[in-house]
């Protein structure tokens, strides 16, 4: 089964600051998907970003970018700019069939 | 468009009754997926379903899913125990990779 690890339970970011977000994965497949999603208080799941195992170039939505690197099984977020509206749970989550695996989540918190 | 609809957001159920989670997607979604989300364990999958009239179990202990139809996937507690105290997440995608996955905005459930 593939397992993904995020190690920081917690991170905090002044606002107007850059803060990366660490996401590993265990997988012996070639084809899959990576995606982060963000849960603020509401509950609801907002999908931030995904990328492609076969694509190298990384992923890019307008603050949020990701460094992925395939042979170390990374995929890291970098949030810039955090804004106060970037508070949120953030998941890492790894996709090669019906479903999601996902880590146990970031929490990050912005100070003004 | 109201995208994926959980019902009821709120709930408390002694152990031993039962009850049925109910979730509607109106996007004409192939898959649909149950998972569950408890503190400082991210989520993890339940059930998932990849069309109508089909489900895969993942997780059998003491839940029951069918699919009648494309629109609805309603997760059944069959008898509930407190170990299923959690939100209880639903999610839909389409058939097509990459599958970034649609939430709804969760059922709060606490089992006495």
């Known amino acids: 089964a593939q397992t993904v690890t995020q190690s920081q339970p917690e991170m905090s970011v002044q606002e107007a600051e850059t803060v990366t977000l660490s996401c590993t994965y265990d997988?012996?497949?070639?084809?899959?998907?990576l995606f982060w999603y963000k849960q603020p208080p509401s509950r609801q799941m907002i999908l931030v970003i995904r990328?492609?195992?076969?694509?190298?170039q990384n992923a890019t939505e307008n603050r949020f970018s990701v460094n992925f690197q395939k042979a170390a099984k990374s995929f890291s977020l970098k949030i810039s700019d955090s804004q106060l509206g970037d508070a949120a749970m953030y998941f890492c989550?790894?996709?090669?069939?019906?479903?999601?695996?996902f880590g146990k989540g970031t929490s990050l918190l912005v100070t003004p | 468009n109201a995208g994926v609809t959980q019902t009821p957001k709120f709930h408390i159920l002694k152990t031993g009754q039962s009850m049925t989670l109910q979730c509607a997607q109106d996007?004409?979604?192939?898959?649909m997926s149950w998972y569950r989300q408890d503190p400082g364990m991210g989520l993890r999958l339940i059930y998932y379903?990849?069309?109508?009239?089909?489900t895969d179990k993942e997780v059998p202990n003491g839940y029951n899913v069918s699919r009648l139809n494309t629109e609805d996937f309603p997760l059944r507690l069959v008898s509930a125990a407190p170990s299923q105290t959690s939100v209880y997440l639903c999610?839909?995608?389409?058939?097509?990779?990459?599958?970034?996955?649609?939430f709804g905005d969760g059922t709060r459930l606490s089992i006495l």
């Open positions: 379903s990849a069309a109508a009239g089909t």
């Open positions: 990328q492609e195992a076969y694509k190298q």
């Open positions: 996007m004409n979604h192939g898959y």
């Open positions: 999610a839909s995608s389409y058939r097509d990779s990459p599958r970034p996955q649609h």
């Open positions: 989550a790894y996709n090669s069939g019906y479903a999601l695996n």
């Open positions: 997988t012996s497949e070639s084809d899959y998907y």
